[in-house]
């Protein structure tokens, strides 16, 4: 736990929880996007007054940035999760989708992906680029990873997982159910493999 002082009522000093606050803010941004979410909604979320917040992050932008940096380190990182069961590229990459297909759909309030949505439509440039420098290295991370069987198409396989992934997580955020991005899921993984393996 990391916490810090804040003024409470009267002048005493109460802990604040970092770590709940960013979890908090997380869930908040997901499910209703950066610009959604104001200063201060999340000061009165999270209990404290608008000195202490900006202490604490520093930005609103800031915050997000440690929103998305523990999403993309927990179960959200459909990638890592789908690598860590083993296999080939196909068996990872299909992998990949299906866990798509069961974790972007509703529940609670929040669909899709809080890195490929979060700030998709944000009007604040730090935001925006907080989440394509993700989105980058998500991509980068899906070609070294194709490129172990298909060197020379790597790039092209990687963007085509990613954009699939980003229909999917809008598709979610829409009101598209489980069955039918699985169903989706699906037709992309075989397509994927019938890329794969293609010539030139």
Known sequence: MVAIETSGARGRRRSFDVDEAVETAMKLFH????????VAELGTELGIKPPSFYAAFGSKAGLFERALRRYAAGEANIFARAQADGGGVVEVIERTLLLAARLYPERDGVAGCLVLDGARNSADPEARALTAALRTASVSALRDFIAGE?????????EFVMIAMMGMSAAARDGVDEAALTAFAEMAGRTFRRELTAEG
């Open 150 to 158: 298909a060197p020379d198409r790597a790039g092209a396989l990687a």
């Open 31 to 38: 499910a209703r996007g950066y610009d959604a979410v104001g």
